[in-house]
């Protein structure tokens, strides 16, 4: 299942995936995600499409907030 919400999202990395939603993950997805000249950043938009994408980070800075 593809999340389409936060809460969503957040079961998915946290209790399905089991990562840890701390700065040092948060900062690392966070500049990946935002760097258009990075190969995987590239397949992530094209397999799950531009507002996904827009989605995750914005899901990834919302995290962040959470967990300053």
Known sequence: MIPSTYDEWYVCIVDECKIELNQNYI?????????DTLEETRIFR????DKHWRDVI???NRAKQENA
């Open 27 to 35: 900062n690392e997805r966070l500049s990946i995600l935002t760097n």
């Open 46 to 49: 094209k397999k799950y499409g």
């Open 58 to 60: 914005g899901w990834f």
